[in-house]
C-alpha cells in the first residue's frame, strides 16, 4: 500500500503556546486531568494573512478523538468528551508517559460526502475513508490534528503533583484541498446573461484513507467530470496522489438580446492539489459581445442595479401628487429618455411587467437609422430604470435597424438633445397598450386631505389619496382608454344610440359618433380620493375626477363601482344628471356593464396583478 504523510502544522507560534497545565492529584484516586482548545487554521493562499481562526461559535458538528501511547497504541482507560461551546476537549485517567492527541473534527454532514469513520486500536490503522468513485465535491469540512503531551509526576507540599505537559491549543488543518473559480468579464451586460457556466476535470488520482497518524492512503481514480459552477464556485476535494497537476476546461454560456447563445471555453492547470491550500481559477473571458454597445438588461443585471418603483406605498405624498414626478399619459405609459447625465430613464405607468422589450433610438449625429440601444428581458410593474449608457462613455458597436453593425466612438452627451426613440416588444400585452390610441393624461391631487392622517384628512368631500389608490387609478385609466377604441365599444353604442341624450333630457338625441369623439379628445384630469362621510362618492367635472375607496378596488367586476365611475367621467364629459351620461342608460347599463363583461379583453383584465383588496395602506 503507497503512503504519503500528511505533515502536521507545528510553527513557532503554535510552539511558544505550550504551557504547562498543573493539577493536584484527585483525592483517593490515580490520573490527571487536562484540557485542549481546538482551533482551525486558514486555508493556505488565503487573501488575508495566515493566521489562526477560533472555532469558538464555529463548532464542529462531530468530534472523534483519540490518545495513544508511545507505541501507537490506543488507551482506553480513560474518561473524555468534547465541550462544543467551548471547542475543548476534557481528559481524565492519565497516567505518566508520552502520549499523542488524535483528533478528528468535522463541520457539515459527513453522510452526504458517502464517508465512514472507522474505529482505531492503533494509530496505523485507517481512520477516516472518503468514496471509492468521487461523483461530486465534498460537502463537509474536516479537519484533523496529531498533538504530542506528556504526563509526569514531581514531589510537592501535599504529596506528588501530576503535570501535564501539552499545547496551550491545538491547530487543527483541513484535510480536503479547495479550487476556487472566478471570471472577469470586458463587458458586464455579458457577465449578466451568462446561462450557465461548468468545469470539466481531467482524468486525475485522489487518496481515499487517512490514518491516525495522519498518513493518506489508497488511491482512486477520478475519470473525466462535469460540474456545474452557476450556484457553487468553490469545490472541496481529497489530496490528489503523487504530484500531478489538476487539468480541465471551463466553459461559459451566454445568450445575447437576439435569443443567440454563444460557448466558450477555457482550458486550464494548476499546481497538484494538497491538504488545506486554495488553488485558484481565474479565467477573463474573451467574447464577441465585448464591445456591443447595447445594455442587456437580463433579470440579473435589474437586481443588481436595485432599481425602484413609482407608487409604492412608502413613496411620499410630495412625490406621487407633484405633476413634474408623477403623471402619465395613458398611450404612452412607458416613458423613455435620457437624463442630462447620460443615463436610460424609463418609468412604466403599469400593473403588469412588461416582457421582450427592445428600445430603439435615433442619434442623427449617429446615424440616419435607428440603432439598439437597450433590451430589458423584464420591465416590471411601476420601473424606474436608471442605467448608464455606452454610447456616452466608449467606442462601442451597434445594430441598426437595417442589419448593419457600426462603430459608434463615444458621444458628447448633446447628441441626446436632438434623439428620438422606440420600443418594440413582442409581448401580447404591448399589442394591448399600443392599442391606446386616445390617450388621457392623468395626475394625482389629494384636494386638501392628508393621506399620512389615519381617516385620510378628510376635506370637504375629498380625502388624502394613497399610493395604492393611485395604483388602481393607472389600472382603471388603461383600462378605460383602450375601451373607447374596441370595435365591441363602438358597436353597442351604435346599437343604442336611439338611448342617449344630453343635458336637455330625453328629446336631446346625441349620436353615437359624437358621443366617440367626446370620449377619445385628449383631456387631462386631476384623479383624487372622494370622502364618503358626507354621502358622496364620486365627483367630476372639467379636470376633475374622484371616487371613493371601494369603487377603486372593486371596478373589476362590480357594476355599481362601475356606475359610480361612468357617472362621474359623463360629467368630465360635460354632462349634467339630466342626461343618459349620469343617472341614466350610458353609465348605468351600457358602459359599466360593457367594462365588466370584456373585462379579459382590456389590458388590466383582472385585480389580482395588483391585489389591492390585500394592501395593508388601504383605509379602514
Not at 473571458?285 to 442595479?305: I, L, N, R, S
Not at 455606452?390 to 459608434?408: A, D, H, N, Q
Amino acid at each position: 500500500m503507497k503512503k504519503s504523510f500528511w505533515i502536521t502544522f507545528l510553527c513557532s507560534l503554535m510552539l511558544t503556546a505550550c504551557s504547562r497545565e498543573e493539577w493536584m492529584k484527585p483525592p483517593g484516586g490515580e490520573g490527571s486531568k487536562a484540557v485542549f482548545a481546538l482551533q482551525c487554521a486558514d486555508y493556505e493562499g488565503e487573501d488575508v494573512p495566515s493566521r489562526l481562526v477560533t472555532s469558538k461559535g464555529r463548532t464542529y458538528d462531530r468530534v472523534v478523538f483519540y490518545v495513544a501511547d508511545e507505541a501507537g497504541r490506543v488507551v482506553t482507560n480513560l474518561k473524555g468528551f468534547y465541550d462544543y461551546a467551548a471547542s475543548e476537549i476534557h481528559l481524565e485517567g492519565l497516567q505518566e508517559g508520552d502520549y499523542t492527541l488524535l483528533v478528528l473534527g468535522i463541520r457539515g454532514d459527513a453522510g452526504q460526502d458517502g464517508v465512514s469513520i472507522r474505529e482505531l486500536n492503533n494509530v496505523s490503522e485507517p481512520w477516516l475513508i472518503f468514496p471509492a468513485q468521487l461523483s461530486k465535491p465534498l460537502e463537509a469540512d474536516y479537519f484533523y490534528s496529531r498533538t504530542s503531551f506528556s504526563v509526569s509526576r514531581k514531589p510537592g507540599v501535599d504529596g506528588a503533583e501530576i503535570i501535564v505537559s501539552a499545547p496551550g491549543q491545538i491547530v487543527q488543518r483541513r484535510i480536503a484541498g479547495r479550487v476556487d473559480f472566478s471570471f472577469a468579464f470586458r463587458n458586464p451586460y455579458v457577465r449578466t446573461a451568462v446561462v450557465h457556466k461548468e468545469v470539466v476535470w481531467d482524468a486525475v488520482s485522489f487518496y481515499t484513507t487517512l490514518s491516525g497518524d495522519g498518513s493518506l492512503s489508497d488511491e482512486v481514480d477520478m475519470q473525466p467530470v462535469v460540474w456545474p459552477l452557476d450556484s457553487v464556485a468553490s469545490f472541496c476535494l481529497p489530496p490528489a496522489s503523487g504530484e500531478v497537476p489538476l487539468q480541465g476546461a471551463v466553459t461559459v454560456l451566454t445568450r445575447d438580446y437576439r435569443k443567440n447563445q454563444i460557448e466558450r471555453t477555457y482550458d486550464f492547470t494548476v499546481d497538484s492539489l494538497v491538504s488545506n491550500r486554495i488553488y485558484r481559477v481565474h479565467t477573463p473571458v474573451v467574447h464577441p459581445d465585448d464591445k456591443a454597445g447595447v445594455m442587456f438588461v437580463t433579470p440579473m443585471a435589474y437586481e443588481e442595479g436595485g432599481h425602484a418603483k413609482i407608487l409604492q406605498d412608502e413613496e411620499r405624498k410630495e412625490i406621487y401628487t407633484d405633476t413634474r414626478q408623477r403623471s402619465f399619459d395613458t398611450s404612452q405609459p412607458l416613458q423613455v429618455e435620457i437624463t442630462d447625465d447620460g443615463r436610460l430613464h424609463m418609468r412604466f405607468y403599469s400593473p403588469r411587467d412588461l416582457s421582450d422589450v427592445l428600445v430603439r433610438a435615433r442619434f442623427p449625429s449617429v446615424s440616419d437609422e435607428y440603432i439598439d440601444l437597450a433590451y430589458f428581458d423584464t420591465v416590471p410593474a411601476f420601473a424606474d430604470f436608471y442605467g448608464q449608457i455606452p454610447l456616452f462613455t466608449s467606442e462601442c458597436m451597434y445594430r441598426t435597424v437595417s442589419g448593419k453593425w457600426i462603430k459608434v466612438p463615444p458621444q458628447p452627451l448633446t447628441a441626446a438633445l436632438d434623439a428620438s426613440y422606440e420600443v418594440i416588444s413582442g409581448d401580447a400585452y404591448w399589442e394591448k397598450l399600443q392599442a391606446i390610441r386616445h390617450g388621457w393624461k392623468v395626475t394625482f391631487n389629494l384636494y386638501g386631505g392628508d393621506p399620512d392622517q389615519p381617516n385620510g384628512g378628510p376635506a370637504g368631500n375629498w380625502m388624502g389619496i394613497r399610493p395604492v389608490h393611485c395604483r388602481e387609478v393607472v389600472a382603471f385609466f388603461l383600462n378605460f382608454t383602450y375601451m373607447i377604441d374596441m370595435q365591441e365599444h363602438e358597436d353597442i353604442l351604435r346599437a343604442n344610440e336611439d338611448r342617449l341624450y344630453g343635458n336637455g333630457g330625453v328629446t336631446d338625441k346625441v349620436s353615437a359618433e359624437t358621443v366617440l369623439k367626446q370620449m377619445r379628445q385628449p383631456r387631462s384630469l386631476r384623479v383624487g380620493l372622494v370622502y364618503t362621510g358626507n354621502g358622496v362618492l364620486g365627483l367630476g367635472g372639467g379636470d376633475v375626477f374622484g371616487a371613493y375607496q371601494g369603487a377603486w378596488l372593486s371596478h373589476y367586476t362590480d357594476t355599481y363601482a362601475c356606475e359610480v365611475m361612468f357617472h362621474e367621467l359623463g360629467h368630465v364629459m360635460g354632462y349634467s344628471h339630466d342626461s343618459a351620461f349620469t343617472y341614466g342608460p350610458w353609465a348605468q347599463e351600457l358602459m359599466n356593464q360593457f367594462y365588466v363583461d370584456h373585462l379579459y379583453l382590456m389590458p388590466i383584465d383582472s385585480p389580482d396583478y395588483l391585489k389591492s383588496k390585500q394592501s395593508p395602506a388601504l383605509y379602514k
